[in-house]
Each structure stands twice: as C-alpha cells, then as structure tokens.
C-alpha cells in the first residue's frame, strides 16, 4: 500500500531525486532535487533561530522570485509557518498587521528591508536576512543540504498565516495547516487537471492563497514546473508563457481584464496555454479569453479562509459557479438561519425574488474544518456561529440547484426601493472593450435612499468621451433602467491591494468627492453624462444639509 502524504514536508521529500525542472525563473532553472536540497540548507538555518518560547513564524516579503519559494520549501521542512508580508502596504497599518503575527524571522531583500525600515515590527535587526546582501550567501554555505524527514511535523502543524485582502475591512491572518494545503494539492490538482508535464506560470502574489494554494502546492504534488514572474504586468504576460513554455496560470478577474486591455495581435492565440484558474472573473472574459488565447479558464469560489464548498459543473450555465459540493452548503437568511428558497430568474438571468432568494453562503459542516484567524479571536466569532461557518458572502440557488455568487455583504444597492446587483453592473461595464477594472457600489442620494456609482479603470490612451457610455448601457438588455450608474468615476489606475483586487471600501468611502475625474447623470431623464464639477459637487452637498442628510456622507 502507498503511504499517504499528509504534510507539504512529505510532498517535498517525494521529489528527491526528481530531476525534471521543479523552478525557473529568467535567470535559472532548478530540478526538484535541487529545491528540496536548496529548501533544505534554508530550512536548516530555520531550526538554529528558532526560539522555543515564541510562535515559529517567518515574514517573506519578497517579489515572486525564487528565494520565496525555496523559503516555503525550508519553512514545511522545519515546522515553520509563512507569513507573506503584502509589498504594497506602508507605515501603520502594516507596522500592526507584522506585529500581531509575532515573527521570529524576516526574509526580505534591500527593497523590502526599505518597506520596513523605521517600523516597529518586533523582530530585531540581526533576525532580518537580506536575500541580496553580500553575506546572505556565507549565512548559508556551512549549513548541511541533506533533507531531513522532522518527526514534529506533522498534518496539524501550520504551514501558512495568509492575510484576507482588506477589501471590505481589517485584513486578518487567515491559519492553514500542511495537512489542509496538502489536500488542497491533491483537490486542486484533480480539479484543474494539473499534471507531471505540466508548465505553471505563477503571476499572482506568493503571499497570496491564489498563488499558493491553486498554483506551488498542486504543482509540487504533481512534480510539474513552477515559473516565476516577480510581479504581474498585462504586457508581459504573453512574453512570459512563450519563453517558459507554460501551459497552466491563476488570475484574479482584474489581472485578467488588464492581459484583455491589451490590444489584440493576429498571433495571440500562438501560445501553449492550455487552462487557467481563477476567480472574479466574468462570463465574457472567459469566453473572450478563449477565443483570444485558446486556454480554457476554470473560474472557482474559495478564499484562504475555506475551500472545497462547491463542486465544479463544466456544462452548467456560465454564470453559476457550480453545484453545492455537499448538502451542508446552503443560502441562509441570517435573521431566521432558514434556506432562502430557489431563485426565480428571467430572460436575462436576474434574480426576480431577490429579497427572499438571496442570503449568506454557509457551511454547516465547515466549523471544524476553519482553522481561524490568528491572534484574533473575535473574527473567529464572527466566522463560526450556531456551529456553521458563515463565509459573509452573498449568493442564491436556481431552480436547478446551481449556486450562483452574489458579491461581498453590501453590494447589493437598494435604488426606489428595488435591490440591485452591484456584482451584474460590474459584468456589464467590463462588457465595454475599453474598460479593464470596474466597481459598482452604493452612495447615498440627497434625498432618500441610494444611487449606483461605478468606478472604472481605462486605459492611458482613452478619455470617457471615446465610450460612449450612455449609449453602450442602454444596449445593455440585462442591466435594467435602475441599475444604470448616477456617477462614474474614471481612472487610469484603481485603488486595488497587492493581490490585484480592487479596494471598494475605499471608493465607497469616497464617493463622487474623488479626485479622480466623475461624469454625472445629473436629472431624471435619459441617462447622458457630464463632467461633475467641484461647483456640482458643492451644490449637491447644499441638497443633503437642506434634506438634513449631511450625516450620510463619510
């Protein structure tokens, strides 16, 4: 009988000896033996600092490069857990994120160490190893490369401490043991049909559950390639996936509606990709990745959190993330924890009874398999109630079971008393072939209630008056006339965090006091937009103080 690899140390022990590529970057290629042995020697300097008294957690904040990966390799060999360090959080709030996951030991290179200079992050200056400094390699020549199976680690031993995206809140450091990654490799792997003679082009974040999760752990069980990129650019996506020859990616829908934005080239589709994971992503640009690249894209419903609720149907409508993977996963109203009943949809897949049909996902078998929120136990409150775990994320169930997401808590908006869809707004805008990123979210009206604002991102070389927006929304049949945006703010760059996810929080909290350019819908008639002007924006705040609705705006 095969012994069963319950830990990412055994999946990593698996390869020694495996001499087919393991990791490229431009500059290198390494086998898979020669990860283990580099993983090994880091994992040996591990184990002399590690200070018995304190939780054994090591910061990377490193780009994709290969030192980050040969630190993941070096923390499951020691029992250690990874903390990615987000490159693309300053001052404060990242000073209290490091803090609270009580680091021993930071990786990071000149760049990094320039991020955290001046940053009270509870780790002393001569546990900080610089990948780039002249004594980094003599820190690692003496120490042994001969990997060593550790009895103390084990299926339960954390592995990784994956911070939320800070989306929609506080960012929290999300625990995920070697035993859950290592049955993530083995679902992932299956899933998205990841296999031996495999290329994975890794351009998502390694400090990210997208990367990690769908892309390194079912590459390693699989002993396909992993390829680095260190960060993501649309531009040279393309050039990446032909000079490494890749057959496999992960995405976010925003990465994915940048590679689209890129003008269209007779070859595109000479290219050896194959498939693609990911998630956010619309019905269309999946369509239109195919028809562009030829890659099919299998879009999944997860988060670093949990995994594993729902099945994936390749012959379901476009638009249904799959089919619950067990009778535990259900759409519950908070109030009364009953099932919403099944949604009525018309011609154009709107939800018709969609006070009643939409609820909050839940797993009601998931609490066991939560392994929490690191030194926060009120988040881990919020996440496990009544015994079930809550994923705080909308959906609803068709008539024939499929489960459909319906956007994060709050983006459903309530205009003359019908709920609207920010999640359908944001598929349409992204319809617009100049539109690469888009939000959609609730802004108070001076008078009652909400009105719908977008945001959207288009490219340097185009103005708004080039979208024609007021017609191209009026062509949309399924959008509806209360669904139409009142404002848009138009950007070349969108606030987004570092795992390419677009900050909504915060462009709700602005609103149409942005600086960023806003075109208005300024009456009751047909939709026709027009530069806001800070004179509009003065006298719309008139119209709140004289409705008494100042308090409304942030």
């Known amino acids: 009988m095969t012994e069963r690899r319950d830990t990412i140390a055994d999946l990593l022990l698996d390869r020694i000896g495996d001499q087919r590529p393991g990791l490229r970057s431009r500059e290198r290629t390494w086998t898979w033996d020669e990860v283990v042995a580099d993983s090994a020697v880091r994992a040996g300097r591990l184990r002399r600092l590690r200070a018995e008294d304190r939780p054994f957690h090591v910061g990377i904040l490193l780009d994709n490069v290969p030192e980050f990966v ?20 300053r001052g404060a709030a990242l000073e209290e994120e490091v803090r609270r996951t009580d680091l021993q030991l930071v990786v990071t290179d000149a760049a990094g160490w320039e991020i955290l200079g001046g940053l009270d992050i509870g780790v002393a200056r001569d546990r900080v190893l610089l990948v780039d400094s002249a004594e980094y390699a003599a820190q690692l020549a003496t120490l042994p490369a001969e990997p060593i199976r550790d009895p103390s680690v084990t299926a339960s031993t954390r592995m990784l401490l994956l911070f939320t995206s800070g989306t929609t809140g506080a960012s929290k450091a999300a625990i995920c043991s070697q035993g859950r990654l290592a049955r ?34 079912p590459a390693l069980l699989a002993g396909a390639c992993v390829a680095l990129a260190p960060k993501f650019t649309a531009s040279g996506f393309l050039r990446d996936v032909r000079h490494y020859g890749a057959t ?33 992503a619309s019905p269309e640009d999946r369509i239109e990745f195919k028809r562009r690249f030829g890659a099919t ?29 067990h009778a535990g996963v259900r759409v519950v109203d908070p109030r009364t924890l009953e099932t919403c009943p099944r949604a009525a949809l018309d011609e154009h897949g709107r939800v018709r009874n969609a006070e009643e049909a939409i609820g909050e996902i839940v797993d009601t078998e998931g609490a066991a398999k939560f392994e929490g929120y690191y030194n926060d136990p009120e988040a881990n409150a919020e996440r496990v109630r009544h015994g079930w775990y809550w994923t705080a994320d909308l959906g609803y169930v068709d008539q024939a079971g499929y489960l459909y997401f319906a956007g994060r808590a709050g983006d459903w908006i309530r205009v003359d008393g019908e709920n609207i869809s920010a999640l359908l707004i944001e598929r349409v805008l992204r319809r617009h072939p100049d539109v690469v990123a888009a939000a959609a979210f609730a802004v108070p009206d001076p008078r009652s209630g909400d009105q719908v604002m977008a945001a959207i991102e288009i490219p340097e070389r185009v103005r708004f008056d080039d979208l024609a927006m007021a017609d191209f929304l009026a062509g949309q049949e399924d959008l509806g006339t209360k669904g139409v945006p009142r404002y848009i703010r138009v950007s070349h760059q969108l606030p ?35 530069p806001m002007t800070d004179e509009d924006k003065r006298r719309l705040r008139e119209q709140f103080a004289a409705n008494g609705r100042l308090r409304f705006l942030p």
């Open 297 to 325: 894209l299998y879009e999944g419903y997860g988060s670093s959190e949990s995994a594993g609720m729902v099945d994936r149907t390749p012959d379901g409508p476009p638009a249904a993330m799959g089919v619950p993977a």
């Open 184 to 217: 993530l490799a083995r679902q992932n792997t299956a899933k998205y049909r990841i296999g031996r003679d495999d290329v994975c082009y890794c351009c998502m974040p390694l400090f990210h559950g997208n990367a990690l999760m769908a892309l390194w752990a």
């Open 70 to 89: 040969l630190w993941l390799g070096a923390a499951a060999l020691s029992g250690a857990a990874v903390v990615g360090i987000n490159p693309t959080r």
């Open 248 to 280: 496999y990616f992960t995405y976010v829908g925003k990465a994915l509606g940048y590679v689209l934005g890129q003008p269209e080239r007779p070859d595109d589709a000479d290219n050896p990709l194959t498939h693609g994971f990911g998630t956010e």
């Open 496 to 530: 987004a965090t570092g795992s390419n996810k677009l900050r909504k929080k915060e462009m709700r909290a602005d609103g149409w006091r942005t600086t960023d350019d806003v075109h208005w819908w300024a009456d009751r008639g047909e939709p026709s937009y027009a």
